[in-house]
């Protein structure tokens, strides 16, 4: 039996859950509303506050979708309640972003401003020059947004300049050594 599946999700207070035909899961609270359909062989039943998550059988999709449906269940519920946050940091010499409405400009070195425009959901906000913000209210647009600001000039090894997350670690190289 999946640890995770099996597990029933609490709803908290203020936060209503909608189960419509074919498993479209709705789900409405304080930061807004999340709609996502889910697989339709799980089984999905909201008892007593609570959302619980069967499946079917034993088979090995099966055992895969369990945990994932439900794991997804419990995002929605965080995301409408508290939200996500995703902290990104720019490192390097001239390195540094600012914010105009919802257009974020990034100077990274190149001969040109790289400007990006906040998605539906998604806000950046800004902390000094070098700090930046993702927040939004579903886990998976926050982090594909944050993923995309960091590729447009990854940390590299030998002097760990460009964007990365706050909480990643950067292994270092050793740069070249002269001859004597």
Same mark, same amino acid.
């Given at each position: 039996?999946?640890?995770?599946?099996?597990?029933?999700?609490?709803?908290?207070?203020?936060?209503?859950?909608?189960?419509?035909?074919?498993?479209?899961?709705?789900?409405?609270?304080?930061?807004?509303?999340?709609?996502? /359909?889910? =697989?339709?062989?799980? @089984?999905?039943?909201? #008892?007593?506050?609570? !959302? &619980?998550?069967? +499946?079917?059988? $034993?088979?090995?999709?099966?055992?895969?979708?369990?945990?994932?449906?439900?794991?997804?269940?419990?995002?929605?519920?965080?995301?409408?309640?508290?939200?996500?946050?995703?902290?990104?940091?720019?490192?390097?010499?001239?390195?540094?972003?600012?914010?105009?409405?919802?257009?974020?400009?990034?100077?990274?070195?190149?001969?040109?401003?790289?400007?990006? /425009?906040? =998605?539906?959901?998604? @806000?950046?906000?800004? #902390?000094?020059?070098? !700090? &930046?913000?993702? +927040?939004?209210? $579903?886990?998976?647009?926050?982090?594909?947004?944050?993923?995309?600001?960091?590729?447009?000039?990854?940390?590299?090894?030998?002097?760990?300049?460009?964007?990365?997350?706050?909480?990643?670690?950067?292994?270092?190289?050793?740069?070249?050594?002269?001859?004597?």
């Amino acid at each position: 039996m999946s640890r995770i599946g099996r597990m029933p999700i609490a709803i908290p207070a203020g936060v209503t859950v909608t189960i419509a035909e074919n498993n479209v899961v709705s789900v409405k609270g304080p930061k807004g509303e999340l709609v996502r /359909e889910l =697989p339709v062989e799980m @089984e999905i039943k909201e #008892e007593e506050g609570k !959302i &619980i998550v069967t +499946r079917p059988n $034993d088979l090995k999709r099966m055992k895969s979708l369990h945990g994932l449906t439900r794991t997804l269940i419990a995002n929605m519920i965080t995301g409408v309640t508290a939200g996500y946050e995703k902290k990104l940091e720019i490192n390097g010499v001239g390195y540094r972003a600012s914010k105009a409405g919802k257009k974020l400009t990034l100077n990274l070195g190149y001969s040109h401003p790289v400007e990006m /425009e906040d =998605p539906e959901g998604i @806000e950046t906000v800004m #902390e000094g020059q070098n !700090i &930046i913000f993702v +927040r939004g209210i $579903d886990k998976e647009k926050v982090g594909q947004f944050a993923a995309e600001i960091r590729s447009k000039r990854e940390p590299e090894p030998y002097k760990g300049k460009g964007i990365k997350y706050a909480d990643e670690v950067i292994r270092r190289k050793v740069g070249k050594t002269g001859k004597k």
